[in-house]
Structure formats: structure tokens, C-alpha cells
């Protein structure tokens, strides 16, 4: 790593940051104690059924040829399958055949795998039901493992790489989230405990841990929890209200309907809710981050700007970031809901009708109640930050400049006026590279950190 050349930013004053330490310990403690009470003791196990054998093995030789014909079909039916015919000839890596060659069909059918020379893939062992000690093998699909592995390497090598300590601790984060999702959010809502209060507990929790792991302990850090957590309760409302006023039952999906199956006990309304708050978490904590930032980073750019101009401003990045957000969640969601849009396409319906079916409107209310949050986290966010970056110092209420006079206060020194050839000349002159400590031109240094140190 490189030598360091952040500067180091204005400690918050005393006085914000016990504000800051009484509302944040607080929430934190209230939602610890919630997940240790709502944290799945006897969460049900999945019954046990007769696992059907699968080993490894490569694949060394593929001979294909032509589908046998059908011994009976309806007239106008292909005459023959549909295929690929042939057989695989497989070297099995485990289990009790290791080490032999084996036969198995070519596998067909829809999702069924295409096989190659050298395709590492997975078999299940066929035992005949009237003669046990007869076994087949079939290809069930490719073997992942490795494949995915390489690409987890590379995600951490290029998180680690660009972001140094900080993408070391976002890692850190990632892994803190996972382990609370299944940990205490799944098992808690198999349990049959309330979706919605599960994962109001399950994000806030994944919200403290990843945001103070990730960008450190500071007021900056504290604003964008706060803003986050508010945005959250208000995204659980929202979409209450949504799903209450649109009739939704959470059997939108082919998923939901399948669980409902399995686990009867599953509140699936309250499921559709949780799966909204923790999808909407995650850009919650890009937008929120962001604007406690650029509150920071405008502060020390122009100290003596009021607590107002740094609002005016940085709701104006935070308008911008929305616009690009907006679609990044209508994109997200409709990406994972492609075969099901495409299937609505080829519905003979009218569209109106096609808008109302609740696979459909479960899709829009998650777009829209998410967006909502979004939008409510900025001026939230940029408020707070607002407040806590001018605190203490004079003149930074709302509407107070250097210079302006209210009441019987004195008024203050009015900054001189810039010479506007001097300016002129500043600007027109190509900058130079300055390694001395202070900076001739009193602007702050780019690579500076702008968390503000506790």
C-alpha cells in the first residue's frame, strides 16, 4: 500500500457527538435484544426423504445417433423423439465405481444438460426397484463447484485490489450479511415468526454491522444509519399500505405457491413484505452513504457555507443519483421476473387485465414501494448530515452567512471580495503539481478521507 496523504477531517464537537451516541446505542441495543428474542430456537427441520446417490465424474466420449421411432403417437405428432439420442461414456472420479467407465444416455428434455469431452458432471445411481442389486447411471447436470469458486476469487481479488482495506472490510461485511440472513432472518420466518418484523430486525441488524465494518466509526457513518434505519421503517409502511390496498395474497410466484406446500405455516403476505425491506436494503445503504458524504465533502469545501445551501446542494446530487436508481431497481426487478413477462406477452388478454393479475402488480408495488424508500432517504439523510456537520459553529444555522447581522448581534467580519482579474488569471493558468504540505490555492486536498473522526 501507498503512503497515506488523507487529511484529517474536524472532530465532530462534543456536544453532537453524545446526540449522536444516545440515539444510535440505543436502536442498536433495541434491535439486538429483538433478534435475541425473535432468533429461531426450534425452527423446523427439512423431513428427511431418500436422497438419491450422486458421484462425479468426466466425461470421456459422446456418441449420438438417430432417435428410435415412436411405438404409437397421435396423428400429427413427430414420428420420432425429440432427442439428442446416444450414449456418454463417463469415468466415475467417486463412490463405489471409482475409477470405471460407465454408459449412460445422452440427457434430454428441457433443462436437460449438454454434455462434451471432458465435461465434469454429476450422476445419480438408478437402483431397479424389482432387483436392487441393478444399478444405472444417469448425467443429472454439470458440476459447479470449481467454476464457482475461480469467480468468487475473482470478485474478492478485484474488491480487495480497488478498494484496499475498505473493500478488505466490505468483504468482511458481505459475509456478515449472509450469516445473519441464515442465521436469523430464513430459519426465524420458517419458525412462523412475523415476516415483516423479522426482517425489519434482520436488516437493521445487517445495517449496523456492514456499515460501521465498512466505513468506520464516525458521525458521518452514524448519520447514514440513521437516515437508513428511518427509510426502512418507512419502506415497511409503505409497503403495508401498498400490499393492503392492492388485495396481494404473496402467492404471486410459482415460488411462493411451492412453499406453501412445504411450509403451511409460512405467512407469504408477510413474506412478500420482508422480501421488499431486505432487497430495498441494500441501495438504501449506497444512497444514504452517499449523502452523508457529499454533505461532508461540501462542508469542507466551503466552511462557510449555512446548514441550508449545504442542503440546497447536496439534494441536488442525491436528485441525480435517484434519477439513475430508479431505473436501476425497475431494471433489477424486471430482470428477474423476465420468463414471467415474457409469458404475460403472449397472453391474449387485454393489457389492463394483464397490469391487474397479481403476479404482475406484486412486481410493480416492489418497484414503486422501494422507490419511495429511496426518495425519502435523501432529504432525510441530507438533513441530518446538514445538522451534524455545521454543528457548533457560528453562523451555520439555517439562512445565516458570514456578514449578516441578526438582532443586537454584532455583525461578523464579511470575507474580502476576490480581485476578478486575479481570478481570471487563476483560472486560465494550467494547475501545477504542489508537494509542499499547505496548498497555494487553499482548496483541499482530493484524496483526502472525508469521514469526520469521532
Same mark, same amino acid.
Request: charged residues 15%; negative net charge; glycine residues 10%.
Given at each position: 500500500?501507498?503512503?497515506?496523504? $488523507?487529511?484529517?477531517?474536524?472532530?465532530?464537537?462534543?456536544?453532537?457527538?453524545?446526540?449522536?451516541?444516545? #440515539?444510535?446505542?440505543?436502536?442498536?441495543?433495541? #434491535?439486538?435484544?429483538?433478534?435475541?428474542?425473535?432468533?429461531?430456537?426450534?425452527?423446523?427441520?427439512?423431513?428427511? @426423504?431418500?436422497?438419491?446417490?450422486?458421484?462425479?465424474?468426466?466425461?470421456?466420449?459422446?456418441?449420438?445417433?438417430?432417435?428410435?421411432?415412436?411405438?404409437?403417437?397421435?396423428?400429427?405428432?413427430?414420428?420420432?423423439?425429440?432427442?439428442?439420442?446416444?450414449?456418454?461414456?463417463?469415468?466415475?472420479?467417486?463412490?463405489?465405481?471409482?475409477?470405471?467407465?460407465?454408459?449412460?444416455?445422452?440427457?434430454?428434455?428441457?433443462?436437460?444438460?449438454?454434455?462434451?469431452?471432458?465435461?465434469?458432471?454429476?450422476?445419480?445411481?438408478?437402483?431397479?426397484?424389482?432387483?436392487?442389486?441393478?444399478?444405472?447411471?444417469?448425467?443429472?447436470?454439470?458440476?459447479?463447484?470449481?467454476? *464457482?469458486?475461480?469467480?468468487?476469487?475473482?470478485?474478492?481479488?478485484? !474488491?480487495?485490489?480497488?478498494?484496499?482495506?475498505?473493500?478488505?472490510?466490505?468483504?468482511?461485511?458481505?459475509?456478515?450479511?449472509? @450469516? %445473519?440472513?441464515? $442465521?436469523?432472518?430464513?430459519?426465524?420466518?420458517?419458525?412462523?415468526?412475523?415476516?415483516?418484523?423479522? @426482517?425489519?430486525?434482520?436488516?437493521?441488524?445487517?445495517?449496523?454491522?456492514?456499515?460501521? *465494518? $465498512?466505513?468506520?466509526?464516525?458521525?458521518?457513518?452514524?448519520?447514514?444509519?440513521?437516515?437508513?434505519?428511518?427509510?426502512?421503517?418507512?419502506?415497511?409502511?409503505?409497503?403495508?399500505?401498498?400490499?393492503?390496498?392492492?388485495?396481494?395474497?404473496?402467492?404471486?410466484?410459482?415460488?411462493?405457491?411451492?412453499?406453501?406446500?412445504?411450509?403451511?405455516?409460512?405467512?407469504?403476505?408477510? +413474506?412478500? +413484505? @420482508?422480501?421488499?425491506? %431486505?432487497?430495498?436494503?441494500?441501495?438504501?445503504?449506497?444512497?444514504?452513504?452517499?449523502?452523508?458524504?457529499?454533505?461532508?465533502?461540501?462542508?469542507?469545501?466551503?466552511?462557510?457555507?449555512?446548514?441550508?445551501?449545504?442542503?440546497?446542494? &447536496?439534494?441536488?446530487?442525491?436528485?441525480?443519483?435517484?434519477?439513475?436508481?430508479?431505473?436501476?431497481?425497475?431494471?433489477?426487478?424486471?430482470?428477474?421476473?423476465?420468463?414471467?413477462? +415474457?409469458?404475460?406477452?403472449?397472453?391474449?388478454?387485454?393489457?389492463?387485465?394483464?397490469?391487474?393479475?397479481?403476479?404482475?402488480?406484486?412486481? !410493480?408495488?416492489?418497484?414503486?414501494?422501494?422507490? +419511495?424508500? *429511496?426518495?425519502?432517504?435523501?432529504?432525510?439523510?441530507?438533513?441530518?448530515?446538514?445538522?451534524?456537520?455545521?454543528?457548533?459553529?457560528?453562523?451555520? &444555522?439555517?439562512?445565516?452567512?458570514?456578514?449578516?447581522? #441578526?438582532?443586537?448581534?454584532?455583525?461578523?467580519?464579511?470575507?474580502?471580495? $476576490?480581485?476578478?482579474?486575479?481570478?481570471?488569471?487563476?483560472?486560465?493558468?494550467?494547475?501545477?503539481?504542489?508537494?509542499?504540505?499547505?496548498?497555494?490555492?487553499?482548496?483541499?486536498?482530493?484524496?483526502?478521507?472525508?469521514?469526520?473522526?469521532?
Amino acid at each position: 500500500m501507498g503512503a497515506d496523504h $488523507t487529511r484529517s477531517a474536524p472532530p465532530t464537537p462534543p456536544g453532537v457527538r453524545r446526540i449522536l451516541v444516545v #440515539t444510535v446505542v440505543p436502536l442498536f441495543l433495541v #434491535t439486538l435484544v429483538a433478534a435475541i428474542v425473535l432468533w429461531p430456537r426450534d425452527a423446523p427441520r427439512p423431513e428427511a @426423504a431418500d436422497d438419491t446417490p450422486r458421484y462425479h465424474g468426466t466425461v470421456t466420449r459422446v456418441v449420438t445417433e438417430p432417435c428410435p421411432p415412436n411405438p404409437t403417437v397421435p396423428e400429427g405428432s413427430p414420428t420420432t423423439s425429440a432427442g439428442p439420442c446416444g450414449t456418454v461414456t463417463v469415468r466415475v472420479d467417486t463412490g463405489p465405481d471409482a475409477g470405471q467407465e460407465v454408459q449412460t444416455p445422452i440427457p434430454a428434455g428441457p433443462g436437460a444438460p449438454r454434455v462434451g469431452v471432458d465435461d465434469d458432471v454429476i450422476l445419480v445411481s438408478l437402483i431397479d426397484p424389482e432387483d436392487p442389486s441393478i444399478s444405472s447411471y444417469n448425467i443429472a447436470e454439470h458440476q459447479r463447484g470449481k467454476p *464457482l469458486i475461480w469467480l468468487g476469487v475473482l470478485f474478492a481479488a478485484a !474488491i480487495v485490489a480497488f478498494g484496499r482495506l475498505r473493500g478488505l472490510a466490505a468483504l468482511g461485511g458481505l459475509a456478515a450479511s449472509f @450469516a %445473519i440472513l441464515l $442465521t436469523f432472518v430464513l430459519p426465524g420466518i420458517s419458525a412462523g415468526q412475523p415476516p415483516l418484523v423479522v @426482517a425489519i430486525v434482520g436488516a437493521s441488524l445487517i445495517m449496523f454491522v456492514v456499515l460501521y *465494518l $465498512t466505513h468506520g466509526v464516525s458521525a458521518q457513518t452514524s448519520v447514514a444509519v440513521l437516515g437508513t434505519l428511518g427509510s426502512l421503517v418507512l419502506t415497511g409502511l409503505l409497503g403495508l399500505a401498498a400490499t393492503g390496498a392492492t388485495h396481494l395474497t404473496g402467492f404471486g410466484s410459482e415460488d411462493a405457491t411451492t412453499l406453501s406446500m412445504f411450509r403451511a405455516d409460512v405467512d407469504l403476505h408477510g +413474506l412478500l +413484505l @420482508a422480501g421488499i425491506i %431486505i432487497g430495498s436494503l441494500g441501495v438504501l445503504d449506497d444512497v444514504t452513504v452517499t449523502q452523508a458524504a457529499t454533505v461532508t465533502e461540501l462542508r469542507h469545501a466551503n466552511p462557510d457555507a449555512s446548514r441550508r445551501e449545504l442542503y440546497r446542494s &447536496a439534494t441536488r446530487v442525491g436528485r441525480a443519483h435517484i434519477a439513475s436508481v430508479v431505473n436501476t431497481i425497475v431494471l433489477a426487478y424486471a430482470g428477474a421476473s423476465l420468463p414471467l413477462l +415474457l409469458l404475460l406477452t403472449a397472453d391474449s388478454r387485454a393489457l389492463g387485465q394483464i397490469v391487474t393479475t397479481e403476479f404482475l402488480t406484486t412486481e !410493480i408495488v416492489r418497484s414503486v414501494v422501494a422507490t +419511495l424508500g *429511496l426518495i425519502a432517504a435523501v432529504p432525510l439523510t441530507t438533513a441530518l448530515a446538514a445538522v451534524v456537520t455545521t454543528a457548533g459553529r457560528p453562523g451555520a &444555522a439555517d439562512g445565516d452567512r458570514v456578514g449578516a447581522t #441578526t438582532g443586537d448581534q454584532a455583525p461578523t467580519v464579511p470575507r474580502p471580495a $476576490t480581485d476578478r482579474a486575479e481570478a481570471l488569471q487563476a483560472l486560465s493558468t494550467p494547475p501545477t503539481r504542489n508537494t509542499s504540505p499547505a496548498t497555494r490555492s487553499g482548496w483541499p486536498d482530493p484524496d483526502r478521507s472525508t469521514d469526520t473522526t469521532w
